[in-house]
Protein backbone atom coordinates (compact mmCIF):
# COMPACT_ATOMS: atom_id res chain seq x y z
CA UNK A 1 0.00 0.00 0.00
CA UNK A 2 1.29 3.43 -0.58
CA UNK A 3 0.27 5.29 2.50
CA UNK A 4 0.61 4.52 5.98
CA UNK A 5 -2.93 3.34 7.24
CA UNK A 6 -4.33 3.38 10.88
CA UNK A 7 -5.20 0.44 12.62
CA UNK A 8 -9.12 0.51 12.19
CA UNK A 9 -8.94 2.27 8.29
CA UNK A 10 -6.92 -0.70 6.93
CA UNK A 11 -8.73 -3.07 8.47
CA UNK A 12 -11.62 -1.79 6.91
CA UNK A 13 -10.01 -2.02 3.65
CA UNK A 14 -8.75 -5.41 3.90
CA UNK A 15 -12.55 -5.91 4.32
CA UNK A 16 -14.20 -4.02 1.51
CA UNK A 17 -11.58 -6.57 -0.59
CA UNK A 18 -8.55 -4.02 -0.85
CA UNK A 19 -5.25 -6.78 -2.56
CA UNK A 20 -2.79 -3.94 -1.67
CA UNK A 21 -2.39 -4.93 2.07
CA UNK A 22 -0.59 -7.93 2.43
CA UNK A 23 0.49 -7.31 6.11
CA UNK A 24 -1.50 -5.88 8.70
CA UNK A 25 -0.52 -4.61 12.33
CA UNK A 26 -2.94 -3.04 14.30
CA UNK A 27 -1.75 -1.76 17.21
CA UNK A 28 -4.35 -3.23 19.54
CA UNK A 29 -6.50 -6.67 19.98
CA UNK A 30 -9.51 -4.22 20.02
CA UNK A 31 -8.88 -3.86 16.74
CA UNK A 32 -8.17 -7.58 15.91
CA UNK A 33 -11.82 -8.38 17.12
CA UNK A 34 -13.69 -5.29 15.57
CA UNK A 35 -12.49 -6.65 12.28
CA UNK A 36 -13.26 -10.42 13.35
CA UNK A 37 -16.41 -9.07 13.26
CA UNK A 38 -16.49 -7.46 10.90
CA UNK A 39 -15.01 -10.03 8.18
CA UNK A 40 -17.48 -12.99 9.34
CA UNK A 41 -20.26 -10.59 8.46
CA UNK A 42 -19.27 -9.43 5.26
CA UNK A 43 -16.68 -12.61 3.92
CA UNK A 44 -17.03 -15.79 6.54
CA UNK A 45 -14.26 -17.77 7.56
CA UNK A 46 -10.83 -17.29 9.01
CA UNK A 47 -9.15 -14.00 8.04
CA UNK A 48 -5.79 -14.68 8.93
CA UNK A 49 -3.03 -17.23 7.80
CA UNK A 50 -1.18 -16.69 11.16
CA UNK A 51 -1.14 -14.08 13.88
CA UNK A 52 1.10 -13.07 16.67
CA UNK A 53 1.54 -11.00 19.30
CA UNK A 54 4.53 -8.58 18.17
CA UNK A 55 4.53 -5.89 21.54
CA UNK A 56 2.81 -4.64 24.34
CA UNK A 57 2.36 -0.81 25.83
CA UNK A 58 0.40 0.45 27.98
CA UNK A 59 -1.48 3.17 28.16
CA UNK A 60 -0.07 6.51 29.75
CA UNK A 61 -1.23 9.97 31.07
CA UNK A 62 1.21 12.16 29.81
CA UNK A 63 1.60 15.62 31.18
CA UNK A 64 3.12 19.17 31.56
CA UNK A 65 5.56 18.80 34.65
CA UNK A 66 4.33 22.01 36.48
CA UNK A 67 0.93 21.31 35.54
CA UNK A 68 1.00 17.28 36.76
CA UNK A 69 2.30 19.01 40.41
CA UNK A 70 -0.59 21.50 41.02
CA UNK A 71 -3.19 18.60 40.00
CA UNK A 72 -1.82 16.09 42.29
CA UNK A 73 -1.67 18.83 44.90
CA UNK A 74 -5.60 19.15 44.23
CA UNK A 75 -6.81 15.70 43.63
CA UNK A 76 -4.41 13.69 44.87
CA UNK A 77 -4.12 11.06 41.61
CA UNK A 78 -4.64 10.95 38.77
CA UNK A 79 -6.99 8.93 36.82
CA UNK A 80 -9.85 9.32 34.97
CA UNK A 81 -12.44 9.71 38.14
CA UNK A 82 -10.11 12.94 38.99
CA UNK A 83 -9.20 14.23 35.49
CA UNK A 84 -13.47 14.15 34.77
CA UNK A 85 -13.21 16.83 38.47
CA UNK A 86 -10.62 18.33 36.83
CA UNK A 87 -12.67 18.76 33.76
CA UNK A 88 -16.15 19.44 35.59
CA UNK A 89 -14.10 22.69 37.48
CA UNK A 90 -15.91 25.58 36.05
CA UNK A 91 -13.46 27.63 36.43
CA UNK A 92 -10.44 25.93 35.61
CA UNK A 93 -7.21 25.94 36.25
CA UNK A 94 -8.24 29.22 38.86
CA UNK A 95 -10.69 26.86 40.61
CA UNK A 96 -7.77 23.55 40.96
CA UNK A 97 -4.90 25.35 41.21
CA UNK A 98 -5.72 29.42 41.86
CA UNK A 99 -4.03 29.41 38.19
CA UNK A 100 -6.56 31.64 36.46
CA UNK A 101 -3.91 32.34 33.07
CA UNK A 102 -3.72 28.36 32.85
CA UNK A 103 -7.37 28.54 31.42
CA UNK A 104 -9.49 25.87 31.37
CA UNK A 105 -8.23 22.45 32.11
CA UNK A 106 -7.51 20.76 28.65
CA UNK A 107 -7.83 16.53 28.78
CA UNK A 108 -7.15 14.72 24.92
CA UNK A 109 -7.29 11.02 23.92
CA UNK A 110 -7.49 10.24 20.37
CA UNK A 111 -10.96 9.07 18.70
CA UNK A 112 -12.64 5.76 19.73
CA UNK A 113 -13.93 5.33 16.44
CA UNK A 114 -10.60 6.03 14.54
CA UNK A 115 -8.05 5.09 16.57
CA UNK A 116 -7.32 2.52 18.69
CA UNK A 117 -5.73 4.30 21.92
CA UNK A 118 -9.18 6.35 21.57
CA UNK A 119 -10.60 3.11 22.12
CA UNK A 120 -8.64 1.90 24.67
CA UNK A 121 -9.60 4.97 26.42
CA UNK A 122 -12.82 4.36 26.47
CA UNK A 123 -12.24 0.29 27.98
CA UNK A 124 -9.96 2.23 30.65
CA UNK A 125 -13.34 4.63 31.20
CA UNK A 126 -15.49 1.62 31.52
CA UNK A 127 -12.71 -0.20 34.05
CA UNK A 128 -12.00 2.38 36.52
CA UNK A 129 -16.52 3.49 36.22
CA UNK A 130 -16.56 -0.03 37.86
CA UNK A 131 -13.57 -0.56 40.06
CA UNK A 132 -12.89 -3.42 38.17
CA UNK A 133 -8.93 -4.74 36.80
CA UNK A 134 -10.12 -7.37 33.89
CA UNK A 135 -13.54 -9.31 33.01
CA UNK A 136 -15.66 -6.40 31.96
CA UNK A 137 -18.55 -7.24 30.28
CA UNK A 138 -20.87 -5.66 27.82
CA UNK A 139 -23.84 -5.21 30.74
CA UNK A 140 -21.31 -3.25 32.11
CA UNK A 141 -20.61 -1.07 29.22
CA UNK A 142 -23.95 -1.36 28.64
CA UNK A 143 -25.00 0.02 31.82
CA UNK A 144 -26.96 3.02 32.05
CA UNK A 145 -25.13 4.97 35.36
CA UNK A 146 -21.68 4.48 32.57
CA UNK A 147 -22.61 5.24 29.57
CA UNK A 148 -23.95 8.90 31.64
CA UNK A 149 -20.90 9.31 32.83
CA UNK A 150 -18.75 8.30 30.39
CA UNK A 151 -21.01 10.68 28.34
CA UNK A 152 -20.48 13.62 30.48
CA UNK A 153 -16.56 12.97 30.36
CA UNK A 154 -16.29 12.57 26.87
CA UNK A 155 -18.21 16.20 25.89
CA UNK A 156 -15.22 18.03 27.72
CA UNK A 157 -12.32 15.82 26.15
CA UNK A 158 -10.54 18.97 24.04
CA UNK A 159 -10.57 17.82 20.38
CA UNK A 160 -10.34 13.66 19.28
CA UNK A 161 -7.28 13.45 16.89
CA UNK A 162 -7.31 10.10 14.45
CA UNK A 163 -3.65 9.37 15.29
CA UNK A 164 -2.07 8.71 18.82
CA UNK A 165 1.54 10.07 17.22
CA UNK A 166 -0.55 12.92 15.98
CA UNK A 167 -1.82 13.68 19.17
CA UNK A 168 1.74 12.92 21.01
CA UNK A 169 3.22 15.81 18.47
CA UNK A 170 0.12 18.01 18.64
CA UNK A 171 0.83 17.81 22.42
CA UNK A 172 4.74 18.73 22.02
CA UNK A 173 4.07 21.60 19.27
CA UNK A 174 1.23 23.06 21.35
CA UNK A 175 2.39 23.14 24.69
CA UNK A 176 0.11 23.68 27.67
CA UNK A 177 -1.75 26.75 25.74
CA UNK A 178 -3.31 23.31 24.10
CA UNK A 179 -3.38 20.65 26.44
CA UNK A 180 -2.29 20.02 30.28
CA UNK A 181 -3.51 16.20 29.80
CA UNK A 182 -3.62 13.56 27.48
CA UNK A 183 -3.57 9.85 26.72
CA UNK A 184 -1.50 7.50 24.92
CA UNK A 185 0.25 4.67 24.39
CA UNK A 186 3.87 4.73 26.57
CA UNK A 187 5.95 3.99 23.35
CA UNK A 188 4.49 7.26 21.93
CA UNK A 189 5.01 8.93 24.84
CA UNK A 190 8.43 7.77 25.37
Given amino acids: H ?12 IVRGDTSIH ?19 RQGGEP ?6 LALSPMAFVWWKERLEA ?17 DEKTGWAGIAQKPEWGLFKFAHTH ?5 SGLTTLVGYAYEFHQI ?5 MAQVLDPAFQTWMQHLAVSVTGLSNSTGTLMKEFVLKGPSAYDCIYVYESTAI
Fill in 71 to 87: FNAKFGAVNFRSIGKAL
Fill in 112 to 116: PAQSN
Fill in 133 to 137: NRGLT
Fill in 48 to 53: FISTES
Fill in 2 to 13: NQSLGSFEAGQA
Fill in 23 to 41: VWAPASSQALATFRSDWDV
